[in-house]
Every structure is written in C-alpha cells, then in structure tokens.
C-alpha cells in the first residue's frame, strides 16, 4: 500500500496521466462533466439553504436568546358586530400582568410596548407603520441597529418628549430625498387626528428574505415607529379605535407586547415555564401569545442541520453519477488499453504500478472536475446575490472543502476496480490480446 501511494503521487506518474488525458481532450471533459456539476450542485443548494437559514438565525438572535416575549392577541368575538360595536373591547396584557411578572426570580428588566396609531405622514408622504409607545430601555433589551441619530432616553420619559425613532422604510418613505433626521412627522389616531413628533433616531434596515414581517417577533422592524410610552400614555391613553367593516370600533389594550429580559441564558427555558403558569391567572380566554426566542433559535438551527444534510444527500446523487461516468469510461480505457499494459508488465512493471498509473488518471479527472465544479457552484451563487438583490446566499467554506472531498474520494472509490482489473490482467493473455485487437 506504502509503495502504490508512493508511485501514485510521483511525478512522473501525474504527468504521464496528464498526457493520457490531454490525448482524449473532449473524453476527459465529457467524463469530467458529471462530477463538475455534482460539486456545483451540491454548492449550489449548500450556499442557498445556507443563506437563508443564516438570515432566519440573525433576525431570531436580534430578538435576544435571553429574552421571552409576551404579545397580546385579539381573541376571535362570537357576539353580533352591532353589539361589539357599542362597546370597549378589553383584551391582551395587563398592568396586573406586569407587577407579576416583574416578581419573577430571574427577570432582570421588563420592556413594555403599546400600538397607538398605524399611519405616519410628513407634508405629502404617508406610510402605513406601527406606532409604538416603548419604554427607554427597549433599544437596549432589544438588539434593534440604529444607523444614525439616538434612542429614545430616560429624558425623553421623564419629561413626555414627542419625539420618536423611525425605521429604515418609514425614514424612506417620508423623506426619499432627505435626511429625516430633526425634521418632524405626524402620528395618525383616529381619535386625537395628527400630532407632530421630531425625529431623533433612524434604524438600520434590516434585511430578510421572503418575509420581511417575520423580521423582529412577527413584526417589520423596517416599518415601525417607536415614541415614549409616557408620551402615549398622557396624549392616547389606552384605547384604540380602529375602522373594520366600514364601522368604527374601540378597543382597550394596555400593552401590546411585554418582553422579559432573564439574568442568565441557561434560566429562560425554567422561567419561561414560570411565565406561562404566572399568565394563566386573570385571563379567561388566550388573549395572549408567549415566545422564546431561544426556543426559536434552537428549533431554527436543528432545522437547518436537517435541511443541510437533506439538500447535500440530493445533490450528492450528481456525485455518484460523476463517479459511475468516471468509472464506465476508464474501464473503456483499460480495454482499450491492453496491449501497453502486457508491455509494461513484460518490461518489469509491477502490479502497484499499473494500479497507480490508472488510478492517477482517475484523481487528476476527479481534483480538475471537482475545482471547475467550485468555481461553478460559487459563481451561480454570486450571480444569484446580484440577480435576486432580496434573496442571499452562503457560501460555506466547510461545504466547499466537503464538496471536493467527496468529489476526490468518489473518483479514486470509482476508479480503483478499473485500476485493479488493469492490474490483474496476465501479462501473456494482455500481449495475445492486444495483438489480435490490432
């Protein structure tokens, strides 16, 4: 075995097999062309699934993995529309709801959240946006990038400041020409009409493919507006009307989201449990939904594992036929063949070297197909970011090494029965044969 991998990377051998090859130019490329595009494939769909799992993973991170998210939902209302209609429909979080949760061992800090108005508009422009009336510590307890100006601050709470951060496609649709940045906007409440605010702060955009909604907890990030909750508090109070039907209803959500930020990532998991049993009490109906990201995450990338083997066991399927090609058109070869192997055989020529010298073809077909198969694979995908600019892809180095791998010990499994079948043939029968072929 010492002596046949000797003789197979000499280099002698690996030029003779270049030679051998160069001497069937179009055999070699249309052998080589499965195992091209099996590694192309494979990167293909490696880089693809990557992509957008890595997307799905940072936009779940964002959310913080030692957060747990609380939102108040609109349960479904079996009564007529005309009686819902003459009265305040009560749902979602509670200011009850908060005290306990604030008493939870573990929770280090409670950001709260209220929805007060759903459109936004400066001179001309309107844009549809969640209006959010968040405390000063929600920039901090969630991940949400800032491009330019500040946060909303304890200041800002303190003395009922209107001012308000605005997300990338809020600042956009606004002010497509200008920096919003110190101008002011007008929040729309069907109850209290425009009222101005100064903007401070304009978020980073955050991309995400497919789904943008599904950005930050179900909610486009890119298409909100956060204001203080004290300043939503004193100017809009509790109570939202909204149009549904062509008829105006009221309803009374004190908050809308809730998120808990927990000391240690180990004690989200046991306090979120705590949550859920804590949240049962002064509900009679699930107005409510409970999410953990760190769930989320876990669920995500035990997703992506299973996806990344399912794709690469498809794709694989390429490689194989790359490998039977291979092996089909160096059998050809050893028949073809027979005569120079009787002669090498009679001149002296051991078994090992016959097997090296067709197993040296087969590698040389395999590492050249295997690395236009790369640069194949990472061209489509490099095309793929610049033709679909809302749709990314990854191209992951461990895929790449993998790929080539595989595409090497593919062509050297596939090529070894030829190399030994070569190697066996008696020297007199390959002599006698080659003769009578000629």
């Avoid at 990557?50 to 913080?64: D, K």
């Avoid at 929600?138 to 601050?153: K, Q, S, T």
């Avoid at 401070?200 to 179900?218: D, I």
């Avoid at 794709?311 to 120079?340: D, F, P, Q, W, Y």
Wanted: charged content about 20%.
């Amino acid at each position: 075995m010492f002596k046949l991998v000797q003789t197979l990377f000499s280099r002698e051998l690996i030029l003779l097999g270049l030679r051998d090859l160069c001497a069937h130019k179009l055999r070699s490329l249309l052998t080589a062309l499965g195992m091209i595009f099996g590694v192309g494939a494979v990167i293909c769909m490696l880089s693809i699934g990557a992509g957008t799992s890595a997307e799905e993973l940072a936009n779940i991170q964002r959310l913080g993995s030692n957060n747990i998210i609380l939102r108040s939902v609109e349960p479904a209302r079996s009564q007529p529309a005309p009686e819902a209609q003459r009265q305040v429909h009560k749902y979602g979080l509670k200011r009850e709801d908060v005290a306990r949760l604030r008493a939870l061992e573990h929770v280090d800090d409670v950001v709260l959240l209220r929805e007060v108005a759903d459109q936004v508009r400066h001179v001309s422009h309107r844009v549809d946006s969640s209006v959010l009336g968040v405390t000063s510590n929600f920039f901090d307890v969630v991940r949400v990038p800032l491009a330019r100006g500040r946060v909303l601050v304890d200041l800002d709470e303190q003395t009922h400041e209107k001012v308000c951060v605005v997300g990338a496609g809020v600042a956009a649709g606004l002010f497509p020409n200008g920096d919003p940045l110190g101008r002011t906007i007008s929040v729309i409440n069907r109850a209290t009409g425009p009222v101005p605010y100064k903007v401070v702060g304009v978020l980073t955009k955050v991309e995400t493919a497919g789904a943008p909604a599904k950005g930050r907890g179900g909610r486009n990030v890119n298409l909100d507006t956060y204001i203080p909750l004290s300043t939503a508090d004193r100017r809009y109070g509790d109570l939202k009307y909204q149009n549904a039907s062509g008829a105006r209803e009221i309803k009374e959500v004190q908050f809308s989201d809730i998120y808990l930020s927990i000391d240690r990532q180990e004690n989200v998991l046991p306090v979120s449990k705590m949550v859920a049993r804590v949240m049962e009490h002064g509900h009679r109906q699930q107005d409510y939904t409970i999410a953990v990201p760190l769930e989320l995450l876990q669920q995500a990338e035990h997703t992506k594992r299973r996806w990344q083997i399912v794709l690469g066991n498809i794709a694989g399927v390429s490689l194989l036929v790359g490998g039977i090609g291979i092996m089909n058109i160096m059998l050809a070869c050893v028949t073809e063949r027979t005569r120079e192997i009787g002669i090498r055989r009679a001149l002296g020529a051991k078994r090992y070297h016959i097997t090296a010298q067709f197993l040296a073809q087969t590698l040389l077909l395999s590492v050249c197909g295997g690395l236009v198969g790369i640069l194949l694979g990472v061209g489509i995908s490099l095309a793929v970011n610049y033709i679909a600019s809302d749709f990314r892809t990854n191209v992951p180095l461990w895929g790449v090494l993998l790929c080539f791998g595989v595409s090497v010990a593919i062509g050297l499994a596939f090529g070894l029965y030829p190399a030994c079948a070569a190697a066996r043939l008696d020297p007199i029968r390959a002599l006698n044969a080659g003769a009578q072929s000629t």
